[in-house]
């Protein structure tokens, strides 16, 4: 059983960083798509940064140049490192794992998640 868990969130004002961690236990294949999911409160849950294994990333419009994805193989962490933070950024952030090619940002393609963790930026 695949076990996702995350870290690393909080409060900081507008302009501050903070990292996310999610640590990943259970099976593993030579592929597969990993990444960053955020939900705030009354929106859907949308996609922020994704990594397909073989090292390629995607980042959503509204983080990019911001947001680094990023993995530690040795460690099985996924990290999320989040820059020039502003309000729009509060939510729940979540990690998951897929077992396909797919570099993609839709939620509904992953399989795996952890429980979150918050991040509230204040102004």
């Known amino acids: 059983q695949v076990q996702l868990v995350e870290s690393g969130g909080g409060s900081v004002q507008a302009g501050g960083s903070l990292r996310l961690s999610c640590a990943a236990s259970?099976?593993?294949?030579?592929?597969?798509?990993m990444g960053w999911f955020r939900q705030a409160p009354g929106k859907g849950r949308e996609g922020v940064a994704v990594?397909?294994?073989?090292?390629?990333?995607r980042v959503a419009d509204s983080v990019r140049g911001r947001f680094t994805i990023s993995q530690d193989n040795a460690k099985n962490t996924l990290y999320l490192q989040m820059n020039s933070l502003e309000p729009e950024d509060t939510a729940m952030y979540y990690c998951?794992?897929?077992?396909?090619?797919?570099?993609?940002?839709?939620?509904?393609?992953?399989?795996?998640w952890g429980q979150g963790t918050q991040v509230t930026v204040s102004s």
């Open positions: 259970g099976p593993t294949y030579s592929s597969f798509c």
């Open positions: 990594r397909l294994s073989d090292g390629r990333t």
């Open positions: 998951a794992k897929a077992w396909n090619w797919d570099l993609t940002l839709n939620p509904n393609k992953y399989n795996y």
